[in-house]
């Protein structure tokens, strides 16, 4: 009877431990399979344990980890800032607009040109096309030199607004100081007084024009007949 008993005990024991045992793998399989599919799926990189230690002398060894090691991936790299970009041989639409060779149509950035069929009248009556003489004047200033105008990373854009230049020369500052343009309303303060400089002297869209009465007499050059 005696020997009964303890072998029921046996058996409880054991299957006991059995479920005890199996109970374990379910735990540590929900707790490194289940993290591991959801991480998966964010792109994380699963890296096999080490399997030999490999820490130098004198050198602290790292913790022990137990679960999986994940390696997180690296962070998307910083956009490429804005900066001064060079197009050769641009065409050119309007007196103050570039078309480079990817299709990039690059307005100067603070300036209004003509439209290319607008017309001026001078004081006489004459109506002249400024429209397309501020275009040429464009075209003679770049003369097939390469442009440079400050903008962002290129990637998906087709239209911008920039400021711009060829060699050390501001075209937007040229524009206006010539006539062949006027502010718009991003233009500074710099360039707003550079327009007023050309109207008052009556140069580009303004040759030959009237007087304009706000400016002073000092400022009224005629210029010499084109």
Do not use: K
């Not at 607008?118 to 030199?145: D, I, K």
């Not at 040229?174 to 502010?183: I, K």
């Amino acid at each position: 009877m005696q020997q009964q008993s303890r072998s029921t005990l046996l058996s409880a024991t054991i299957r006991s431990g059995r479920v005890v045992a199996l109970t374990a793998v379910i735990l540590v399989a929900m707790l490194t399979a289940g993290p591991i599919r959801g991480q998966e799926s964010q792109g994380l990189e699963i890296v096999p344990r080490a399997s030999r230690d490999v820490t130098p002398p004198g050198i602290t060894p790292g913790p022990t980890i137990d679960g999986p090691l994940l390696r997180e991936p690296l962070p998307p790299p910083p956009p490429e800032p804005t900066q001064w970009r060079r197009f050769f041989l641009p065409r050119t639409t309007n007196g103050a607009t570039f078309v480079t060779r990817q299709n990039l149509e690059i307005r100067v950035y603070g300036v209004a040109p003509p439209a290319l069929d607008q017309t001026c009248e001078r004081a006489n009556g004459e109506v002249w096309p400024c429209g397309r003489t501020a275009l040429f004047s464009l075209r003679m200033l770049l003369r097939g030199r390469a442009v440079e105008c400050f903008l962002p990373a290129l990637d998906g854009i087709d239209r911008a607004i920039a400021p711009c230049r060829i060699g050390r020369i501001d075209i937007g500052h040229w524009l206006l100081r010539q006539g062949w343009a006027l502010p718009d309303d991003n233009a500074t303060e710099e360039y707003r007084a550079l327009a007023r400089e050309a109207r008052c002297d009556r140069l580009g869209m303004w040759r030959g024009a009237a007087p304009e009465p706000d400016c002073p007499a000092a400022d009224r050059i005629e210029p010499d007949p084109a």
